[in-house]
């Protein structure tokens, strides 16, 4: 697995890094696009992919959750993977927007951000069926962490990390501030 997983992870970084640079449709700022130096990440490293049993909330409560624009979206508290990231337990959230969604959002922070991250935290998406072992058993895999669209470019508006997925650990792995951000927002 190890070298085409590293594999295949480099080239979806490298199509990510050429569609932002030159599609009409990529975040960046058209007037930034021709000089767009690329997006820098983490090196590949396969102890940050994790295959975690999503431990599926009884209560699907509400949660809303403020934006950087200042307005707010409403998820569903879906379930929580656990997991040791250096010596440490974690716990993170998975979220829908709506119940019938085939996918997860696992938003969250950790002590790279501000620093060699952005500042506001950092995204996985966990597609139904491709992104699962079997019926319970999620790839939770940091490598795949992006940042979201409001950290190229503030015209868009992203949902901030609940606090409850604020973690205490260092996140080496997947996508790093993009060199135009202002951090935090």
């Known amino acids: 697995m190890s070298s085409d997983y590293a594999e295949r992870i480099r080239q979806e970084r490298t199509q990510k890094s050429q569609y932002f640079g030159n599609n009409p449709r990529s975040p960046i700022p058209a007037e930034e696009r021709e000089d767009f130096p690329g997006l820098e990440y983490f090196p590949v490293d396969e102890d940050l992919r994790y295959e975690l049993v999503l431990h599926e909330h009884d209560d699907k409560e509400t949660m809303v959750v403020e934006t950087t624009t200042g307005s707010q979206r409403e998820y569903l508290r879906w379930g929580e993977f656990r997991f040791e990231v250096g010596g440490e337990d974690v716990t993170l959230q998975a979220y829908k927007a709506d119940p019938h969604e085939d996918y997860l959002w696992v938003p969250f922070r ?74 935090g927002h």
């Open 110 to 183: 950790d002590e790279t951000n501000s620093e060699e991250t952005y500042g506001a935290g950092r995204y996985l998406d966990l597609e139904h069926g491709a992104d699962q072992v079997d019926a319970d058993t999620w790839v939770l895999d940091f490598n795949e962490a992006y940042n979201p669209t409001c950290a190229y470019n503030e015209a868009f508006e992203c949902p901030l990390i609940p606090t409850e997925n604020w973690l205490d650990v260092r996140i080496e792995a997947g996508e790093k501030a993009y060199p135009g951000e202002t951090a």
